[in-house]
Structure formats: C-alpha cells, structure tokens
C-alpha cells in the first residue's frame, strides 16, 4: 500500500495561457488554495483533467516539480504518464525519476489496437525497471479497459504495481476489484458520479475530476463517511451530482476550469482542439455550483 495515498486527491488541472503556454504561476497558485482552502489529501498533476496527453516531456517534467515545490511536503504529489508506447513510458518515468512524488499514475497504451495480456504485464513491469517509484495504473482507456483479474495479477507479478485508479463509471468493476484485491492494494476510485458507495466499498480515496471542480465539498463527503455519518454523506452526494453531470463531456477540463473560476480560481485555457466551456456549460455548472461548500473553513449548508 502506498501509505501516503487516500482520501481527496484532486487531479489539477494544467493551466494554460491565451498563447497555450503552461502558466506554472497559476497552476502553484491552485496548490495553494486545494491544500489551505480544500484541505485535500493530495494532488495529481498530468492526468487526464490535466490535459497529460497534450503535454511534453519537459511541460510535464515542469507541471509536476511546480507542484512539488508548491505542496511543499504538506501533501504527496503524484505525477501522470499518458502515453502510446512502453518506450515513450520509460523515458517519461525516468525524467520524473528525481522528482519527489508520492506514485506515478501510468495508463495504459491507448493506440488503436489492443495489447495481449502479457504485453500489459510487461509494460508496466518495464517501468519499474528505470525507476523506484510506487506505480498506479490508472484504468481509463475505453477500449483497453484492464479487467480487476488482469489488474490484480499485474499487482501480484509486478511489486512496483501497487494500486489502481479505477475510472470509467462502473461500480461492479470497482466492487470487483476492492473484492480481489489485497489489503495492501491502494484502490482508488475515479467513478465521480458515485464517490460516496465507492467510499462506502472501500476504496482508499478518490482521483477524479469532481474533486478538481469541488474539492472542499469533496473533502466534507469522505469526512462525513469516515465519520459513519451517512446522512450527511448522502446530503452531499445529491449536491455533487448534478454538478457532475453538468461538467461531463468532451471537454470536461474545460468545464471544470468554469467552475473553478467561481472559485476565483485561475485554471487558464484548455489547449487546442478542446473547446472552451460553452455559455450553456457556465450556466449550468453555474446552477449547479449553488450550495457547495468553498473553503473548508465554511459550515456544511
């Protein structure tokens, strides 16, 4: 288990200037208020929300050592790796290698055709050839979803491979796993329409989009579980909800930027060809924003 990881762990999103320049100052700046004002329980940097596959090596390489330095040891930092080869893989690990993170959350190849089993195996086991530093494969290529077997085995036959970002929506494959999985698997859940049963399951945390657009309500959800109180916890649930399903969609990161930005958060621009959130998005992550708690100093309401 990597110890270090649970709870609301935002996946940041990357923010970009009006050039598509990576604004390292506003990405530090979002450190700042998901650690002091969310009290979250980590960051994510280059993930999916953060736009990771449009990056370069040294954007990332730069994305991540900002929020290392910016996080300043109070949170662990885990870095993304969203590549099409084991080769590209390898050596985006090793430019991470000095950098002080907690796990590198590594999907797998998301090319057209589809690995066997094995070559999954040994992708992963590849990068923990060049590096030593925990492994999360993050579950969300559509169409090479790991199954929680492959999952488990890779973990079981590959010792760097020590927990798994379960994505995609689907609880029974979530159960499945949290069922296979041993108790010294990180397990966690990027299903953000339902985090609150994911919670309840026994996933460890959470990364996934829903904590970047409403990290503090997020936080005052797994409280509320890890409390037993449910009433609460379900109360919270109906506020997250409709905010999630405003925000899904093509161009989630940019829809999550909207509802940043009620936050006076500065999340930049998405980078080209995503589209920039519609007024019809802003208005309704607008209505759908109402009520959420802000800053962790604020009462649940």
Known sequence: MIESLFGIIPPMVTPFDDREELDAAALAADVE????GAGVHGLAVGGSTGE????????LRTAVGTAVEAAAGRVPVIAGVIVDSTRQARNRVRLLA????????????????KPTDEMHLR??????????IPILIYNVVPHIYLSP?????????????????QSAGDMKLLADLLMLSDPEDTILSAVDALLYPSFC???QGAIAAILTAAPATCV????????????????LHHRLLPLWNAIEGDN????VRAVMALQDRDGGFPRSPMSPASGAQIAAVGEAAVGLVHERSLAVV
């Open 220 to 235: 005052a959800l797994w409280d509320a579980v890890r409390a037993g109180d449910h009433e609460l916890a379900l109360a």
């Open 252 to 255: 989630l990161p940019a829809a």
């Open 52 to 59: 990771g596959h449009t990056l370069t090596d040294e954007e």
């Open 98 to 113: 000095d950098l002080d993170v907690a796990a590198l959350q590594v999907t797998p190849v998301h090319y057209l055709f």
């Open 201 to 203: 399951l026994g996933a």
């Open 33 to 36: 208020y998901l650690i002091e």
């Open 149 to 165: 077997q492959l999952l488990t085995r890779i973990m079981r036959e590959v010792p760097a491979v020590q927990g798994v970002k």
């Open 123 to 132: 992708h992963f086991a590849s990068m923990a050839e060049v590096v030593d």
